[in-house]
């Protein structure tokens, strides 16, 4: 994968590269230093904290929501590993009577395959199947679990959220079972409030790679209706107390698709019921590959990441011709296995990073293996003296400051998406 600013940007200077090196070396044996973000401020003046659905955050990478983060000590894991937020696993909505019409989603993971991955460029990358789709227990396990996240994230900066698959209709005429978005949303929000307080839950509403290529989702037309009504219909179940990511699939249609998409989810119902940040995007789906007995399976590698930086770049071209609305904040997913890729997302438009198969690697791919699973990760996504987070940020950085765009204070990705050519956050 490549940006041509990236390509085209300064070298890396010798004394940078050589404290990357160096703290590359002592942090991978000794442990990522306490205060992360201030650190990599005061050291290589590069902001790592950001915002995450309107919530302050640490540092910008965070945990997509799956199989890793479905208990209480990967959720402290993530916190003690230097991450800024996690997306718990994705819950089965519910209405007070205990029905849920998603329900074929809720089933165990049994089997889980890390493996290598080749894209049609012949690009290598990472994948990992498994078969299970969503939360598995009781509701009621779910919102403990979240209880027990939010009271072990109290008072670290990292920001805890709940995702949710609730009720589409797969028909025009079909209606929508409001219940489960009512029931399902308002008692996350209890437990949200009883730990956090007043200010607004975030909530991530999964539209899943599976999805894409279930019967429900085969209407291009349907579809766009989901993206329209699904962000006031959480909010209305949450008592105007929430707000709401989609995480959006990668559809079975053209990337022209994704551009609709983004602009349905964005205008919303017509009534300022828009998503407040997009997460662009759920991973590939491929219907005719087998896993476990079952027939279509999700996955990401390098093709993921360049349809999504793909669509992200062309609906940034669309704002900028006026062709399509600023859309909401955006988090980055897909194939963010290494710095220099959130780098190339934020010069996209993103302003946060969220992986899952990174945790997954096999111990081989890091130089600080016998750190813990999210401490290892973070070390090489941020300090890695080629292609870590700091060493590309320091380089667009010096060409930030060669095309005239200062800046105040240390530099982040609201920077980089200025010098992307999309306006500030």
């Given at each position: 994968?490549?940006?041509?600013i990236l390509d085209?940007a300064?070298?890396l200077r010798e004394?940078?590269?050589a404290?990357?090196?160096?703290?590359y070396e002592r942090?991978g044996?000794?442990g990522l230093?306490?205060?992360l973000?201030g650190?990599v401020?005061?050291?290589?003046g590069?902001g790592?904290?950001?915002?995450y659905?309107?919530?302050p955050i640490?540092c910008?990478f965070?945990?997509?929501s799956?199989?890793?983060?479905?208990q209480r000590?990967?959720v402290?894991g993530?916190?003690a590993?230097g991450l800024?937020?996690?997306i718990?696993k994705?819950?089965?909505a519910q209405?007070?009577g205990?029905?849920?019409?998603?329900a074929?989603?809720?089933?165990?993971?049994?089997r889980m395959l890390?493996?290598?991955?080749?894209?049609?460029?012949?690009?290598?990358?990472?994948?990992?199947t498994?078969k299970g789709?969503?939360?598995y227990?009781?509701?009621?396990?779910?919102?403990?679990f979240?209880r027990?996240?939010l009271?072990a994230?109290?008072?670290?900066?990292?920001l805890?959220?709940p995702?949710?698959?609730?009720?589409l209709?797969?028909r025009?005429?079909?209606?929508?079972?409001v219940?489960?978005?009512a029931y399902?949303?308002?008692?996350?929000?209890?437990v949200w409030?009883?730990v956090v307080g007043?200010?607004?839950?975030p909530?991530?509403k999964?539209f899943?790679?599976?999805l894409?290529?279930?019967?429900?989702?085969?209407?291009?037309?349907q579809i766009l209706?989901?993206?329209r009504?699904?962000?006031g219909?959480?909010?209305e179940g949450?008592g105007?107390?929430?707000?709401?990511?989609?995480?959006l699939m990668?559809?079975?249609?053209?990337d022209?698709?994704?551009l609709?998409m983004?602009?349905?989810?964005?205008?919303?119902d017509g009534?300022?019921q828009g998503?407040?940040?997009l997460v662009?995007?759920n991973r590939l789906?491929?219907?005719?590959k087998?896993?476990d007995?079952?027939?279509?399976?999700?996955?990401?590698?390098?093709?993921l990441?360049?349809?999504?930086?793909?669509?992200?770049r062309?609906?940034?071209?669309a704002?900028?011709?006026?062709s399509?609305p600023a859309?909401?904040p955006?988090?980055?997913?897909?194939?963010i296995?290494?710095?220099?890729t959130a780098?190339e997302y934020a010069?996209a438009?993103?302003?946060?990073?969220?992986?899952?198969?990174l945790?997954?690697?096999?111990n081989?791919e890091?130089?600080?293996g016998?750190?813990p699973?999210?401490a290892?990760a973070?070390?090489?996504l941020?300090?890695?003296?080629?292609?870590g987070?700091?060493?590309?940020m320091?380089?667009l950085k010096?060409?930030?400051?060669?095309?005239?765009l200062?800046?105040l204070g240390?530099y982040s990705?609201a920077?980089?998406?200025l010098l992307g050519?999309l306006p500030?956050?």
């Amino acid at each position: 994968m490549s940006s041509s600013i990236l390509d085209s940007a300064p070298p890396l200077r010798e004394a940078t590269r050589a404290a990357l090196e160096r703290d590359y070396e002592r942090f991978g044996d000794a442990g990522l230093p306490a205060d992360l973000a201030g650190y990599v401020a005061d050291e290589y003046g590069i902001g790592l904290s950001g915002s995450y659905g309107g919530s302050p955050i640490r540092c910008v990478f965070g945990k997509a929501s799956g199989q890793l983060s479905l208990q209480r000590s990967q959720v402290e894991g993530d916190i003690a590993g230097g991450l800024g937020y996690v997306i718990l696993k994705t819950v089965i909505a519910q209405d007070a009577g205990g029905g849920q019409s998603m329900a074929e989603w809720a089933i165990p993971e049994t089997r889980m395959l890390v493996e290598r991955i080749t894209d049609p460029e012949g690009d290598e990358g990472w994948t990992v199947t498994w078969k299970g789709r969503g939360w598995y227990g009781t509701f009621d396990e779910y919102l403990a679990f979240f209880r027990e996240a939010l009271e072990a994230a109290r008072g670290t900066g990292v920001l805890i959220v709940p995702s949710c698959k609730y009720h589409l209709p797969s028909r025009e005429d079909e209606e929508w079972r409001v219940g489960e978005y009512a029931y399902t949303t308002s008692r996350l929000v209890e437990v949200w409030r009883d730990v956090v307080g007043d200010s607004p839950m975030p909530i991530e509403k999964d539209f899943s790679p599976t999805l894409a290529g279930d019967d429900r989702a085969q209407s291009s037309r349907q579809i766009l209706e989901w993206l329209r009504r699904v962000p006031g219909l959480i909010r209305e179940g949450g008592g105007g107390r929430v707000v709401v990511g989609l995480k959006l699939m990668n559809a079975m249609f053209d990337d022209a698709f994704q551009l609709d998409m983004i602009r349905a989810a964005t205008d919303g119902d017509g009534h300022g019921q828009g998503a407040d940040w997009l997460v662009i995007a759920n991973r590939l789906f491929d219907a005719g590959k087998e896993f476990d007995g079952k027939r279509g399976v999700a996955y990401g590698g390098p093709e993921l990441s360049k349809r999504n930086l793909r669509t992200l770049r062309q609906a940034r071209d669309a704002v900028r011709d006026g062709s399509l609305p600023a859309p909401p904040p955006i988090s980055a997913t897909g194939d963010i296995l290494t710095g220099r890729t959130a780098a190339e997302y934020a010069l996209a438009g993103a302003e946060n990073f969220q992986m899952h198969t990174l945790f997954q690697l096999p111990n081989t791919e890091f130089s600080a293996g016998g750190l813990p699973r999210a401490a290892r990760a973070v070390h090489r996504l941020v300090f890695h003296p080629i292609h870590g987070f700091v060493a590309c940020m320091a380089r667009l950085k010096e060409c930030s400051g060669s095309r005239g765009l200062h800046t105040l204070g240390p530099y982040s990705v609201a920077d980089a998406r200025l010098l992307g050519g999309l306006p500030p956050l």
